[in-house]
Every structure is written in structure tokens, then in C-alpha cells.
């Protein structure tokens, strides 16, 4: 697909052709768009002075809520990650057993036995993350 630049040109341009062969159909319409379009320009000030202050009030509620939000997800994220870990130890495990006990290939026997360790570390650490993950989780939920 194109750069999203030149796509979002081209439908704007497409758009444009679009509106011009509407109002050359119904004769003078684009005049009163014109008009409806400077009325909005004047009430778009009025309308910005009011949308700060509503801005102002929401932030108290709403940080808590999204960081409570994606907090969740890099929880959920987390818990996949220890999920898939754990099938790599065992994966791991099922090789290391054919590796040393069918194949009888002492070289290689050792450097799984490292991978198997580095994995079984991995997952010790993405266990005590998750559950402190989820402390901080469980308190952000009592403070929304």
C-alpha cells in the first residue's frame, strides 16, 4: 500500500471533486456553506473556552481509570509471557531428555542444561513481577 500521506491526499482531493459536483448541481448552495463555515469559525473560540474547563474536571477521574486500564493489559501481557515461558521449560525438558538419554550427545546435553537454567530463572522472575504487578494493580483498582 502507498505512503498514508499521498492515501489520505488522494481521498481528500476525491472528496473535494465530490462536494464541487454538488454544488454545481444545485446552483448557488455553496454560498451558505460558505456562511455556515464562517459562523463556526466565530463560535469555535466560544466553544474552546468552555471545552478547557471540562477538560480540567475529567482528568481527576480518568487517569486513574486508563492507568488502571493498560495497567490491566501489561498485567495480561505479562501473565502470556509466563505462560509461554513455562511451555519453554518444558519443551526444553522433553529435549534435554532426548538429547542426553536417546542421542547420547554429552556436548550438546550441556548447553541445553544452560538454556533450561536461563529459562527456569526467567520464569522465577516474571513470576514474582506478576504477583507484584498485580498488587499494584489491585491497589490502583481500590483507588477508582
Not at 53 to 71: F, G, I
Amino acid at each position: 500500500m502507498g505512503d498514508p500521506r499521498n492515501v489520505a491526499h488522494a481521498k481528500k482531493v476525491t472528496q473535494e471533486k465530490h462536494h464541487k459536483a454538488k454544488g454545481a448541481h444545485k446552483g448557488n448552495a455553496p454560498q451558505p456553506a460558505k456562511k455556515a463555515q464562517t459562523e463556526e469559525t466565530k463560535l469555535a473560540p466560544k466553544e474552546q473556552s468552555a471545552a478547557p474547563k471540562a477538560e480540567v474536571e475529567t482528568p481527576a477521574q480518568s487517569p486513574d481509570a486508563a492507568q488502571l486500564e493498560k495497567s490491566l493489559a501489561v498485567l495480561s501481557t505479562l501473565k502470556d509471557l509466563e505462560f509461554h515461558s513455562r511451555a519453554n521449560i518444558e519443551k526444553l525438558a522433553e529435549l534435554s531428555l532426548t538429547i542426553e538419554d536417546e542421542l547420547k550427545q554429552k556436548a550438546f546435553a550441556e548447553a541445553i542444561g544452560a538454556v533450561y537454567s536461563a529459562q527456569d530463572a526467567f520464569q522465577s522472575k516474571i513470576l514474582k513481577l506478576i504477583e507484584d504487578y498485580e498488587a499494584e494493580c489491585t491497589r490502583l483498582s481500590g483507588s477508582a
